[in-house]
């Protein structure tokens, strides 16, 4: 197993430390490594809301004999440097670049359809109002906790190649079940892994293509 990759954040509170969260991500790729090796074998990586830059560099270091192009993007300033950090101080700096934008709102038309490995560990708690400040953003997720993850959900399907895949980080009060039968008419998924995180039951589901 892999080590968490070093990392050193910048404007703490508005930056999403790793936390349970982040190490099942962690896990759920690393479980998935003969999948993604033998099957999507990826040419472009993609991190939405890249935070602290500990799961880029870290799928950077997993894959690190595979040839490929890794981008992080991240709505928050201080993130994208804390991101860029991250992969300096564990020495893949040189691999990975760095955008600040909304989402994928930067990259959506020039990577249409050749995206193979997509992430997202979203802002998934309910809450009764949208995020007000930048710290409110690593972690509010609406009423249903979903706000942000369904603003990016209809975009999938365009960004991912015929053998891409989008590994995104849940919470059992976001309603699974429902989030795997709302978007069944143009992706498949599936839940990959699964646990107690400290007082949070997570999930790491997994949405390919309908091809």
């Known amino acids: 197993m892999l080590p968490t990759p070093d990392y050193k954040l910048e404007k703490e509170g508005d930056v999403y430390s790793p936390a349970e969260d982040t190490f099942l991500l962690l896990d759920a790729i690393e479980q998935e490594m003969k999948f993604l090796r033998s099957t999507v074998n990826p040419k472009i990586v993609v991190e939405v809301g890249s935070g602290s830059g500990v799961v880029t560099t870290f799928i950077q270091q997993l894959l690190a004999d595979i040839p490929f192009i890794s981008l992080a993007t991240d709505l928050n300033f201080y993130a994208t440097r804390c991101t860029k950090r991250t992969a300096e101080i564990n020495k893949v700096s040189e691999t990975v670049d760095v955008v600040q934008c909304d989402l994928v709102s930067a990259i959506t038309k020039r990577l249409q359809g050749n995206v193979d490995l997509l992430v997202f560990n979203p802002p ?9 400040n930048q710290s409110e953003l690593c972690f509010a997720g609406g009423e249903t906790g979903r706000c942000v993850l369904d603003r990016l959900m209809p975009h999938i399907p365009n960004l991912l190649s015929s053998q891409g895949v989008f590994y995104v980080i849940a919470l059992k009060q976001n ?5 795997l039968k709302k978007y069944a008419n143009f992706l498949t998924g599936s839940i990959v892994l699964e646990r107690w995180c400290g007082i949070e039951y997570l999930y790491v589901l997994k949405f390919q293509r309908i091809l």
Do not use: D, F, G, R
């Not at 309603?175 to 989030?179: G, H, K, L």
């Open 124 to 132: 998934y708690v309910p809450t009764e109002e949208l995020a007000q």
């Open 175 to 179: 309603n699974v079940p429902e989030m």
